[in-house]
């Protein structure tokens, strides 16, 4: 089954304490990307990459990492989590067209809190 | 960074009714994506428009790309409680490869 897998699905954790969220695809996408869904701010993209070892900044890239090493994956590193990144946290991938991004597929989200 | 303005925010009809939602930007789009986010999950798309002017139905949903290239319409007939979710907008900027922008979500309320 065509899927995007993110693990874990909730995590709790404190302030500081480095923790990876990964995401993996099996449709063999070129493109992936993360956002973190906020009440009242929908969904804002926080690093996007277009292929392996490319990766890009995207509107809220602060207090995040990600490397893309191999194309089914696409780790989000907090590398010192702080309260205001409890969010709902969704991967995402698609596949480029003639090099433009075609739709999107969604993991199921990562609930984040952190204390 | 370019924005979508997606309303309404909120919706709450009675079983039946249909949903009329929209998105407008300042810019043309080249694309036009309409996803659902059922509580809980991921959001799924629901329908995918890539012409000016084009209509495209998918069971009761009909979603629609302006003509101006920089709107973009999804209504909802005879809605039903399973409706009841999240609605997003998302769209890709005439030039741009890569990403798309999305609204900030129609939350939609059904009452049985």
């Known amino acids: 089954e065509a899927q995007v897998t993110q693990n874990p699905r909730y995590l709790i954790t404190v302030t500081g304490k480095k923790l990876t969220v990964t995401c993996s695809q099996n449709?063999?996408?070129?493109?992936m990307s993360w956002y973190r869904q906020d009440p009242g701010l929908g969904l804002r993209q926080i690093y996007y990459?277009?292929?392996?070892?490319?990766?890009d900044k995207g509107d809220v890239p602060e207090g995040y990492k990600v490397s893309r090493k191999e194309k089914r994956n696409f780790p989000l590193i907090l590398e010192s989590p702080s309260p205001n990144q409890t969010s709902l946290y969704f991967c995402?991938?698609?596949?480029?067209?003639?090099?433009?991004?075609?739709?999107?597929?969604f993991g199921e989200g990562s609930r984040l809190t952190v204390l | 960074g370019q924005q979508l303005n997606q309303s309404p925010q909120s919706m709450f009809i009675q079983e039946g009714e249909d949903v009329s939602m929209n998105c407008t930007s300042s810019?043309?789009?080249?694309?036009w994506l309409w996803y659902k986010q059922d509580p809980g999950e991921g959001p799924v798309l629901l329908i995918a428009?890539?012409?000016?002017?084009e209509l495209t139905s998918n069971g009761r949903l009909t979603a629609q790309f302006g003509i101006t290239r920089k709107d973009s319409f999804l209504n909802i007939s005879a809605s039903i409680p399973s409706d009841v979710g999240i609605y997003f907008c998302?769209?890709?900027?005439?030039?741009?490869?890569?990403?798309?922008?999305f609204g900030k979500g129609t939350k939609l309320s059904v009452k049985p």
């Open positions: 995402a991938s698609s596949p480029l067209v003639a090099g433009n991004t075609g739709e999107l597929f």
């Open positions: 449709m063999n996408h070129e493109y």
């Open positions: 990459s277009m292929n392996v070892e490319v990766t």
């Open positions: 810019s043309i789009f080249n694309t």
């Open positions: 428009l890539y012409k000016a002017g």
């Open positions: 998302a769209g890709r900027p005439r030039g741009s490869q890569g990403n798309l922008i």
